[in-house]
């Protein structure tokens, strides 16, 4: 497995104008699902302890069980810590995360910069990039009214400026989950003043169930990370379920059966996000660290 460099990879979206996955382990046979993916699409990808695994296995052994799976492979993917809390940011720091998220989200604006710029000063001490979020994502079927939901671009401003973040994970529309009908579009001009006013990449979460052209306006407005779980986690459920429709079957049929549908599934978001085939080569990647 190869140290990587998060930010390098952000960058080389930001001049290719495409942007990096963010995908959520589950457990082993999701996590070796996105490393095979990578490894075919050779593309770079951040692989996420996200919400889901925490309670199941905790922030260390999902570390563990990450860096075990990469050990086998030749991937630039950087292990990264999704929507932590405070203190799970200072374990991933100390356990060698290679860039985290604190989600202050939920916290008034005051005390999410606050946090967030202490946050950040330990973190970059240690040469960890963070991303933050501002502004909420409701989940999926909720009924929302998106002007108390949505990133302030003035805010977002001030907090870029007040916290030294590297990354901002913006609300423009999204939901966590698919929605049970189409979406409204993205505000694609929100994330454009965003960025022009915060100089920094930004991130969408929830970009399952998102139309490609959203996707693709919001890649060219900022966005240069996508994160995505669900597509994935129904994909790797659908083969499973399909295995054992067939009859009695052992267990590790059908979870074959669910990482080979998976492994697709994250193949086409690596070729929708525009990374497919850029992962940085080994000369490159010396020279990134």
């Known amino acids: 497995m190869r140290k990587v460099n998060p930010m390098a990879m952000i960058e080389r ?62 991937v630039e993917a950087a292990i990264h810590l999704d929507h932590g809390t405070y203190d799970e940011v200072f374990l991933a720091i100390k356990l060698g995360f290679d860039s985290t998220m604190f989600d202050g989200s939920h916290m008034s604006f005051e005390d999410n910069v606050a946090a967030t710029r202490h946050i950040v000063t330990v973190a970059h001490s240690f040469g960890v990039p963070v991303e933050a979020e501002l502004g909420k994502i409701p989940d999926a079927g909720t009924d929302v009214d998106w002007s108390d939901y949505y990133t302030s671009v003035e805010e977002a401003e001030e907090f870029v400026a007040k916290t030294g973040v590297d990354l901002l994970a913006v609300s423009a529309g999204v939901f966590h989950g698919i929605p049970p009908s189409r979406p409204l579009p993205l505000d694609i001009e929100r994330i454009r003043r965003i960025r022009e006013a915060t100089g920094i990449p930004l991130v969408l979460h929830g970009a399952s169930g998102v139309p490609l052209e959203d996707l693709q306006g919001a890649i060219a407005a900022g966005i240069h990370k996508l994160n995505a779980d669900t597509d994935l986690r129904h994909a790797f459920r659908r083969g499973v379920e399909e295995t054992w429709a067939l009859g009695d079957q052992q267990f590790e049929t059908a979870m074959s059966a669910g990482v080979r549908l998976m492994i697709d599934a994250t193949v086409q978001k690596m070729n929708e996000y525009g990374c497919a085939g850029t992962a940085a080569s080994v000369d490159e990647f010396e020279m990134a660290l």
């Open 13 to 74: 979206a930001q001049r290719g104008g495409y942007a990096v996955g963010g995908f959520n382990m589950h457990n082993p046979e999701t996590t070796q699902a996105l490393i095979q993916a990578a490894e075919k699409s050779n593309s770079p990808v951040f692989l996420q302890v996200g919400r889901a695994i925490v309670p199941h296995m905790g922030v260390t052994e999902a570390y563990n069980m990450t860096r075990r799976e990469l050990e086998k492979a030749n």
